[in-house]
């Protein structure tokens, strides 16, 4: 998670990452009854609301590029933390098997200590 300054209180609405499986990484959790989200499947230049600023797909590759990365990971106030984990324990899965996780680790379950994953550079 973030680091929160003490002064800060968040809403915690999104919790976006980026991955460029994202894909298969949805695919392979909805396998698994959890089901991650695209919050902005497109980026804000070619939105109907900016239309009127001219701007096309291509002016700005790197948000081209990223929109086509992103998902959100659940993220709701009812969210249980026995849910966070199967989260992140199916996430640990997905990286483990393609040999992408930094610290090999089990996953975590709700009464242990954390799994380690990291997500590919």
């Not at 096309?56 to 659940?74: N, Q, R, S, T, Y």
């Not at 993220?75 to 040999?99: C, I, N, Q, S, Y």
Request: with cysteine; glycine share 4%.
């Amino acid at each position: 998670m973030p680091l929160v300054p003490e002064f800060a209180e968040p809403a915690w609405h999104l919790f976006v990452v980026r991955h460029p499986q994202r894909d298969v990484i949805m695919a392979q959790l909805a396998e698994r009854q959890i089901f991650l989200n695209i919050s902005y499947p497109w980026p804000i230049h070619i939105m109907t609301g900016y239309r009127h600023l001219g701007y096309k797909e291509g002016d700005f590759p790197v948000a081209d590029a990223h929109v086509k990365e992103i998902l959100c990971l659940p993220m709701f106030p009812e969210l249980t933390e026995e849910e966070v984990h199967r989260v992140a324990d199916a996430l640990w899965a997905f990286f483990a098997e393609k040999g992408q996780v930094a610290i090999a680790q089990a996953p975590r379950s709700p009464d242990a200590v954390s799994g380690a994953m990291a997500l590919p550079a």
